[in-house]
């Protein structure tokens, strides 16, 4: 994980060491009220790659995503969109580079699916909102995307859960940014409409070279989708790398407190974890977390 010098300056439109990363944090702080989430992280997001933040509960991971998105405004520290300070971005700018999918989205359910991917172009036309035929066509893909084209006179409501996903995800494509970051686009899905999302995730990195930073619960499902986990843990990063070097039953003990074995996936040879029980007070020696792939900022190491 590459770190961002203090002195970097927003000016900058490329990355000033030419890195290939497409968003990054430096030095990052950032919580609600008076709680402190994040503290002094720093992150770099390889442009064209999948990566998955995991962690427990209250880890800081959505916290982070929200961050990056300039949905939250940090307390310390600063995030750099393709090497310029995000804070300093015009909006509009910033929406036609990202796009986000926060948890649970809403929309009136009378909206039906073309008029809610219609919404996606909003930053790229005036404030008549007049289509063009490039806006048009940029939906019509989104649509085919996500196989949503047959669905685009239905309401809202009268979707199942994995259809409605691909609705709000094909909104976010309709935005045409090269980067798209979701958070925990599978929750409250079965399944078989989960890995809908994620076999469009892929398709999408694969086919389009989108980079893409989700959220995820399942630890199997990020080993499975995503070139890099990055692992939180009481607003900090404990863990960064492949899936292979990350899912250890060390990290699984240390962070989740659970006994696991990992195993290599029949069908792909991802890792896979499976947990047969609780780590307790033992699960690791003294508590410590070592021999985990993660690049620790001076400002956190001399903390």
């Given at each position: 994980m590459r770190l961002v010098p203090e002195d970097k300056q927003?000016?900058?439109?490329?990355?000033?060491?030419?890195?290939?990363?497409?968003?990054?944090?430096?030095?990052?702080?950032?919580?609600?009220?008076?709680?402190?989430?994040?503290?002094?992280?720093?992150?770099?997001?390889?442009?064209?790659?999948?990566?998955?933040?995991?962690?427990?509960?209250?880890?800081?991971?959505?916290?982070?995503?929200?961050?990056?998105?300039?949905?939250?405004?940090?307390?310390?520290?600063?995030?750099?969109?393709?090497?310029?300070?995000?804070?300093?971005?015009?909006?509009?700018?910033v929406a036609r580079r990202l796009a986000i999918l926060p948890?649970?989205?809403?929309?009136?359910?009378?909206?039906?699916?073309?008029?809610?991917?219609?919404?996606?172009?909003?930053?790229?036309?005036?404030?008549?909102?007049?289509?063009?035929?490039?806006?048009?066509?940029?939906?019509?893909?989104?649509?085919?995307?996500?196989?949503?084209?047959?669905?685009?006179?239905?309401?809202?409501?009268?979707?199942?859960?994995?259809?409605?996903?691909?609705?709000?995800?094909?909104?976010?494509?309709?935005?045409?940014?090269?980067?798209?970051?979701?958070?925990?686009?599978?929750?409250?899905?079965?399944?078989?409409?989960?890995?809908?999302?994620?076999?469009?995730?892929?398709?999408?990195?694969?086919?389009?070279?989108?980079?893409?930073?989700?959220?995820?619960?399942?630890?199997?499902?990020?080993?499975?989708?995503?070139?890099?986990?990055?692992?939180?843990?009481?607003?900090?990063?404990?863990?960064?790398?492949?899936?292979?070097?990350?899912?250890?039953?060390?990290?699984?003990?240390?962070?989740?407190?659970?006994?696991?074995?990992?195993?290599?996936?029949?069908?792909?040879?991802?890792?896979?974890?499976?947990?047969?029980?609780?780590?307790?007070?033992?699960?690791?020696?003294?508590?410590?977390?070592?021999?985990?792939?993660?690049?620790?900022?001076?400002?956190?190491?001399?903390?």
């Amino acid at each position: 994980m590459r770190l961002v010098p203090e002195d970097k300056q927003a000016e900058e439109t490329p990355n000033a060491t030419g890195s290939e990363s497409a968003l990054e944090s430096a030095d990052l702080s950032a919580g609600y009220g008076d709680r402190q989430v994040l503290e002094q992280l720093s992150l770099s997001i390889e442009r064209g790659s999948i990566t998955a933040l995991v962690g427990p509960n209250g880890s800081g991971k959505s916290t982070m995503l929200k961050a990056l998105a300039r949905m939250l405004h940090p307390r310390h520290g600063a995030v750099y969109l393709g090497g310029r300070d995000i804070a300093r971005l015009p909006t509009r700018e910033v929406a036609r580079r990202l796009a986000i999918l926060p948890q649970a989205p809403t929309a009136p359910e009378e909206l039906t699916v073309a008029e809610l991917v219609e919404r996606g172009r909003y930053p790229h036309v005036g404030p008549l909102r007049l289509f063009s035929d490039a806006d048009r066509s940029a939906i019509a893909r989104a649509l085919t995307a996500t196989q949503m084209t047959e669905f685009r006179a239905r309401p809202l409501d009268s979707l199942s859960g994995g259809e409605r996903q691909r609705a709000w995800i094909a909104l976010a494509l309709a935005q045409e940014t090269p980067i798209l970051l979701l958070d925990e686009p599978t929750t409250y899905l079965d399944v078989g409409h989960q890995f809908e999302v994620l076999d469009l995730v892929r398709q999408l990195n694969i086919e389009q070279g989108m980079t893409i930073v989700l959220v995820l619960h399942d630890l199997n499902q990020a080993a499975r989708f995503s070139h890099r986990m990055v692992v939180f843990e009481e607003g900090h990063i404990v863990a960064d790398g492949s899936p292979g070097d990350v899912l250890t039953p060390k990290m699984l003990a240390r962070v989740f407190n659970v006994r696991a074995h990992v195993v290599p996936h029949p069908e792909d040879g991802s890792p896979v974890c499976l947990p047969y029980g609780l780590a307790g007070v033992d699960g690791v020696e003294n508590g410590a977390l070592t021999g985990l792939p993660v690049s620790v900022p001076e400002a956190q190491a001399s903390g």
